[in-house]
């Protein structure tokens, strides 16, 4: 992934001279390193690599699903948050609780781009009580 | 079929402490009428590196910001998810556990009623051997028997608890019972789904609860982010 795309962590997409509000798409690039960021820190479990490489596949299907419109202006709260979950993300440095992370940063990053409840959620093959 | 108290090891008397502490009562009864935001932004704090709550604030603007729903709740979620997070990385990482164990509790409770529901039993079946690990919680009512294990993350999920959970099922039935088995996970539907998809074990006869569904065990549909 090159800079250009991956944002950086933090950056949170900010429009260049007008810090927020912000683009989506900036904000799914950020998402996006952040998660990278934890998969190549989880990876390092081996015994859970399989889990992990498609923990993060799943995950970056989820963020991209989030945001359909790369171009759109969102709020500078919703950037904020991002910009801080990435940060988050980023002082992480046991690789379990990476696994742990990689598991929750793209539901979390889904409810702060205005999606992610819980009859929206993806049902792929978990029973129900 | 019948059920029992598990055997207290010094490891299962250390952690019945950490199951009486009075924050995981106090975690458990306010994620139980949690909406989904709200439990995330539980598990979040409780597995995060950070412990100050701005942060967290930022994190989660439709949870905690201006206009948010239930705003009491959720600012006493994330204290309580705080004092989690401020301890080792041991004793939290037990804390999460009894957490979990205990939500279910009280989620099942409302729809099983409260006598019905027992913690730490085994299940003991005509002729066969007695599993080593009791289940985590079973709802104790005649024709209406259940058992559950659970867990903190996706990745607790394996095939010694997926076999035992079957194992008892599969008993149960041999003597004509019919034993509802579970697991509740305390976390997202995605990763227990990629989770259960590596596992040989069977898990046709589980149901699995994750953090969107938690309110089935209560006999309700999900509260809104």
């Known amino acids: 992934m090159s800079d250009e795309t991956a944002g950086g962590l933090g950056s949170a997409g900010a429009v260049p001279g007008s810090p927020d509000p912000a683009r989506a798409g900036g904000l799914l690039a950020t998402a996006l390193a952040a998660l990278e960021v934890l998969s190549e820190l989880g990876e390092t479990i081996e015994d859970e690599w399989t889990y992990v490489t498609k923990l993060a596949e799943m995950g970056r299907a989820r963020l991209n699903a989030s945001v359909p419109d790369a171009g759109a202006l969102v709020p500078a709260e919703t950037a904020a948050a991002i910009d801080a979950l990435a940060n988050e993300a980023g002082r992480i440095t046991d690789p379990h609780r990476a696994i742990d992370w990689l598991s929750t940063l793209p539901a979390i990053a889904e409810l702060a781009l205005g999606g992610g409840t819980a009859g929206a959620a993806p049902r792929p093959g978990t029973g129900r009580a | ?225």
């Open chain 2, 1 to 225: 079929m019948r059920f029992q108290d598990a055997a207290r090891d010094a490891r299962a008397v250390v952690y019945a402490g950490i199951q009486a502490d009075p924050l995981v009562a106090r975690l458990a009864t306010l994620a139980a009428d949690a909406s989904y935001g709200q439990r995330l932004l539980a598990r979040a704090v409780m597995n995060g590196e950070s412990t100050e709550s701005e942060t967290w604030r930022r994190i989660f603007p439709s949870v905690l910001g201006a206009g948010a729903p239930d705003p009491e709740r959720a600012e006493a979620i994330l204290a309580a998810s705080l004092e989690v997070a401020e301890r080792g990385e041991q004793v939290r990482s037990q804390f999460r556990g009894a957490f979990v164990e205990s939500l279910a509790q009280v989620l099942v409770a409302r729809r099983a009623g409260a006598a019905a529901v027992r913690r730490e039993r085994r299940v003991l079946f005509d002729g066969v051997a007695a599993e080593i690990h009791p289940y985590d919680l079973t709802v104790e009512a005649a024709g209406r028997e259940e058992t559950w294990d659970c867990k903190w993350g996706a990745r607790g999920i394996n095939a010694d608890v997926l076999n035992q959970l079957d194992d008892a099922r599969r008993h149960a039935a041999d003597e004509e019972h019919a034993l509802r088995v579970g697991l509740v996970v305390f976390d997202v539907r995605t990763s227990c789904a990629v989770r259960l998809s590596q596992q040989t074990a069977p898990r046709q006869g589980t149901a699995v609860v994750t953090l969107e569904t938690l309110d089935a065990l209560a006999g309700r549909k999900p509260t809104p982010a």
